[in-house]
């Protein structure tokens, strides 16, 4: 029992971080209609940026995460207005590549400044845990799961409350009647993608103040985040962060108990769980766990 | 109020939909606008409000003029602050979400909460209907309410200038009514209204002066009152036949063409 409470600890910490990258693939993909590919990219950007801020500059972790965030956000935000802007009414096809040409930019930027070697960031986390009756919880992880607590229960009210929030939502049902209300469609797109890559940096920092370190492949998770977007439903805020949470779950527990179920499998079994999920949900449920299926009123 | 003059729009850079086409509505007046499909009528509301560029459309010559202020080619959100609202064609509200939150979407460009507040009170006001539905989505309001719902929204900016797209389209005949009056009792309260209808009587009956479309040019203007009494139109827009009834035997397989003395 304590071990599959254990295995349901580290895979909460993780779903976490899923939870909050697909969250920002859900945020660009509902207000433009484009699958962000770059989203790893912009990750990896934000986590090498708080490394920066914390060792190099030396500044207090909590704000190095802020800054890496905020820097993030203007990085989306000006590509947003810079290249993506041009492409507004293009096909999606179009703006999808130029977000994959933009991954492979950002990856050998990334390199090109703070090079290959692995990097322990600053923080006051590492690797301290605390115990309570009879678990063993990372500070790191605690932390990772209350700030996305913290930052998605933020979005959700900015999202249902705020009047920019619901800009975005009108936009994405339909962008030419927003527009007639004299909403700026320049304004909402500029926002999703400076939300996006706030979102992908908070969890690029997050992992990057855990055990593994700063390497360049920490972009990767991004991929591991794409099936938990497509798994709660591409249109679906509220979906991507439960998706996120039920993929790192099932990564976790198959992790914990692959020596006793999946010897026969091989040593990385949990790594394919998110897309065996992905496939076993999408069969039974084509729009995703809350996605919204294309409805038609008259 | 709103003069447009010898406006042309291109789509795609090829196909010319305005071919020179101006008209006025003046402050506090109400302007009818009728065609045909295909005529134009949309086009030129997208020219006036912004809304060619989602479409791909493009102002290529000719002016838009607010109170003496050029607009013409003006960024959709500058339209609205500006003082102009339009309710699409075809309702177009936002189904996903309440009534309130269509309301409050309509308001965007109003700066101040009070503001917003205050043209709320005045939309539920004129739409009782729309108070008893405040909570519900307005996805599953009825046609009628969809329609009341689009003019309502577009109130909330508080519009000087009011341009409708066809309101009457797919409602019963009560209904086509009741938008009338409430389009009536708007003009009362200030504020200008463009008129596009296919629906003819309906527009005329209210209308202080009208002007018809076709292929992108103004073919007759005058009057709603000598428009109303007009033979053609009474024959090619109001459906009646000089008086008399007319057998289907005479009926000519042909289409009659029509020539408009200019």
Known sequence: MTAFLQNCFAGLSLGSTYALVALGFVVIYKSTGVINFAQGGLLALGAYLGYTFSNNLAVAFGVAVLLCCVSAALVGATFERIVLR????????????????????????????????????????????????????????????????????????????????????????????????????????????????????????????????????????????????????????????????????????????????????????????????????????????????????? | MLSVSNLEVVYDDVVLVLRGLSLEVPAGGIVALLGANGAGKTTLLRAVTGLLVPHRGRITKGTVHVDGEDITGADAADVVRRGIAQVMEGRRIFAEITVDENLRAGGYTRRSRTEVRESYARVLDLFPVLAQRRKSVAGYLSGGEQQMLAIGRALMARPRLLLLDEPSLGLAPRLVEQVRDIIAQINQQGTSVLLVEQNAAMALSIAGYGYVLETGKVVKDGPAADLLADADIREFYLGAAGGQRRSFTEVKTYRRKKRWSA
């Open chain 1, 86 to 298: 041009r492409m507004v009414g293009q096909p999606p096809f179009a703006v999808i590549m130029i977000t994959i040409g933009l991954l492979f930019v950002l990856e050998p930027l990334v390199t090109a400044i703070w090079g290959f070697e692995h990097k322990q960031v600053n923080n006051p986390w590492n690797i301290r845990t605390v115990e309570a009756g009879g678990l063993v919880f990372g500070v790191r992880d605690l932390w990772t799961i209350g700030l996305t607590a913290a930052v998605v229960l933020a979005f959700f009210l900015f999202f249902r409350y705020s009047s920019l929030g619901l800009a975005m939502r009108v936009t994405a049902f339909d962008p030419e009647a927003a527009l007639a209300q004299g909403i700026s469609a320049r304004r909402v797109y500029a926002t999703s993608w400076a939300i996006a890559a706030a979102l992908a940096a908070l969890a690029g920092i997050l992992m990057a103040a855990g055990p593994g370190g700063l390497t360049p492949s920490i972009g990767f998770i991004a991929l591991a985040a794409f099936p938990a977007m497509i798994l709660g439903g591409m249109d679906s805020p509220a979906g991507a962060v439960l998706g996120g949470l039920v993929i790192g779950l099932a990564e976790a527990l198959a992790r914990g108990y692959q020596d006793e179920l999946f010897s026969w499998a091989g040593d990385n079994v949990s790594v394919i769980v998110p897309y065996l999920l992905m496939i076993l949900i999408l069969l039974i449920r084509p729009y995703g766990l809350l996605g919204t299926k294309e409805v038609r009123r008259v």
